[in-house]
Structure formats: C-alpha cells, structure tokens
C-alpha cells in the first residue's frame, strides 16, 4: 500500500509565502506523476500544479508565476512552494500520485489527507 503525507498548511497574510511538502511512503516501484490540487469551500477539486517522470511541469493559469512545484525523488517527496498567496488561494490543498506498486503493474492514483492554507486579506 502508499501513503501521502502532507505537511505544510498554515494561515497567512496576503503577500505571504507558505512551503508545501507531500512524503510518499511505501510500496512504491515507480512514481509516474505527483502533483497538488485543491479544493475551496464549495468549490470543485481543481489542479494546481503537477510532473510527470517525463514531461514538463504544469501550472493551472492561475498559479503561473507564483508557485513552484518542485521534488526530491531519493525521498520520494515533492513540494510546492507558493509565493505572493492572494486570499483566492484559501483552500485544502491535496497531494495525489500516480504511483506503480509492482514491476509491470499499472499506475493507481493515490490521494494524500490534505492540508488547509488560508490566506487573510
């Protein structure tokens, strides 16, 4: 089984910065995708930033020059930073992974508990 861990949230003032960090943890044979999502209240669950093993990273347009996805693949973890929050970017932000578990296997998607970022204006 895999686990997502996030880690990071908090309450911030408009202007501010917060670090994200997303842990994957165990049986993993390959990671093919990581990414974060979020969700407002009463809102859809929306992409906010993702990778692929092969591909380039990509941004929703909303995000585009204010937050940086980034990871480390010897700690199976990937992060995004967000700089310049707007009080629009309050959400529960998901970690979700398209991770193989076996040698020929197909990818699962995992979802991580999420964590709560609050931008005050």
């Known amino acids: 089984q895999v686990q997502l861990v996030e880690s990071g949230g908090g309450l911030v003032q408009a202007g501010g910065s917060l670090r994200l960090s997303c842990a994957a943890s165990?049986?993993?044979?390959?990671?093919?995708?990581m990414g974060w999502y979020r969700q407002a209240s009463g809102k859809q669950r929306e992409l906010v930033a993702y990778?692929?093993?092969?591909?380039?990273?990509n941004y929703a347009d909303s995000v585009k020059g204010r937050f940086t996805i980034s990871r480390d693949d010897a700690k199976n973890t990937v992060y995004l930073e967000m700089n310049s929050l707007k009080p629009e970017d309050t959400a529960v932000y998901y970690c979700?992974?398209?991770?193989?578990?076996?040698?020929?296997?197909?990818?699962?998607?995992?979802w991580g508990q999420g964590t709560q970022v609050t931008v005050s204006s």
């Open positions: 979700k992974g398209s991770i193989v578990t076996r040698f020929r296997k197909p990818a699962n998607d995992y």
């Open positions: 165990g049986s993993i044979f390959r990671i093919d995708s």
């Open positions: 990778f692929t093993a092969v591909g380039p990273t």
